[in-house]
């Protein structure tokens, strides 16, 4: 009883990301690459996308207090970030990601700032849903096993 | 499914510097069967293939290690230091590595990159992020390699021997103005060009065969095919 509540909680709170845009189609490919051989597969690259995310954020926010601004670094730097966040299918950063390089294409040092904000927000709002997420799938997990195997 | 095909597992070297990147390269990798190396940038992937920037032949040579080693590679454009497009240079202009086929990956569909790359020789090329789909592409790539390969060791082989051609064929000359060479593959016959600054370098090795002579390729392949 409580196992299925807990399922269809899942089920829930990933329609959800979903709808509201943090995850896009990758994300669904990321779950399918997960298996017995590598049951953590999709934490595991979330989690390095996080690790590997924070260093690039901080690289990022030094690079905009910089002055002479090196736009050229910034978008570099961004693109990273950009790109790490595709193959997680994280949806509102990647976008949000696009907006900054459109900001450092027109050397707009405001609208670098702005977006960069928003890019930290996005980030850290998909960090803790991403985390809740993973917390609840762990709860199911195990029970997923116990029950296939009284079939 | 031609003989060609082995129950070995193929070697992939993956070169990316995005570490959930690599994870994810990796996991589409194993999970189509592959064995997988990831390195973070493309002077590692140099130094594993045996290769330093300033040659284009390893110091130490193990050509055994070299067949075993890599029959891949796929690399990320996008790279600090190195880009993947200096890696697959670099690659193609060593005469030990320039037949392993390289796949290039980039998050960016622009064009001309693409076009840039094919015409430096890479294989093919990915769009970011990678799907489990695009691994169906790579198996292809290394099998022509290797057929090309195994012929080459055949045209060696029965060169240094003096034998013509096992029917006594008497098939004309062989044109070193050529640049095309057929390789067999599933019964197909797919071209494979070759670059013209290797012609002066390699001797017998990169002459291309002219038509008239494809009839006796073929059933050299064939031969050791079925």
């Known amino acids: 009883m409580e196992y299925s509540n807990l399922r269809r909680q899942t089920i829930f709170m990933k329609k959800n990301l979903f709808d509201q845009g943090f995850l896009d189609e990758q994300f669904n490919q990321l779950e399918e690459l997960q298996d017995e051989s590598s049951p953590n597969f999709v934490e595991e690259v979330v989690d390095l996308f996080f690790k590997d995310s924070s260093r690039l954020l901080t690289n990022i926010e030094q690079a905009i207090d910089k002055y002479p601004q090196d736009f050229y670094r910034l978008d570099s730097l961004v693109h990273q970030f950009k790109g790490s966040g595709s193959s997680i299918g994280a949806l509102r950063v990647k976008n949000e990601c696009s907006v900054f390089k459109a900001h450092c294409n027109d050397r707009s040092l405001e609208g670098c700032r702005r977006s960069f904000q928003k890019i930290k927000r996005e980030h850290a709002t998909l960090k803790q849903k991403l985390e809740s997420y993973f917390q609840l799938l762990r709860q199911v997990g195990p029970r997923e096993h116990a029950v296939s195997s009284r079939k | ?226």
């Not at chain 2, 040659?55 to 055994?64: L, N, R, T």
């Not at chain 2, 290394?142 to 008497?170: D, G, M, V």
């Not at chain 2, 012609?199 to 095919?225: C, H, I, K, N």
Request: one cysteine or more; glycine letters at 6%; proline letters at 4%.
């Open chain 2, 1 to 226: 499914m031609a003989a060609v095909a082995t129950e070995t597992q193929f070697h992939v070297l993956a070169v990316d510097d995005s570490l959930p990147d690599r994870k994810l390269i990796e996991r589409l990798l194993k999970t189509s069967s592959f064995q997988v190396t990831t390195v973070d940038s493309g002077s590692k992937a140099l130094e594993f293939l045996g290769l330093h920037d300033h040659e284009d032949s390893p110091i130490s040579v193990h050509a055994d290690q070299l067949d075993v080693a890599v029959n891949l590679i796929i690399t990320d454009y996008c790279m600090p230091g190195m880009t993947g497009y200096e890696l697959l240079k670099k690659i193609k202009e060593s005469s030990y590595l320039r037949d392993i086929p390289v796949v290039i990956m980039s998050s960016e569909n622009i064009p001309s990159r693409i076009n840039r790359c094919l015409e430096e020789g890479a294989d093919e090329f990915f769009l970011k992020p990678v799907r489990l789909s695009d691994m169906s592409k790579l198996k292809p790539h290394i099998l022509k390699s290797r057929c090309k390969e195994h012929y080459q060791q055949e045209e060696e082989h029965l060169q240094s021997n003096n034998i013509i051609s096992p029917t006594n064929e008497n098939s004309g000359s062989i044109s070193s103005s050529s640049h095309k060479r057929k390789a067999v593959v599933d019964g197909e016959i797919l071209l494979h060009a070759i670059r013209p600054r290797h012609l002066e370098t390699e001797g017998t090795r990169s002459e291309g065969l002219t038509d008239g002579l494809s009839g006796r390729y073929f059933r050299l392949l064939v031969g050791w095919a079925v």
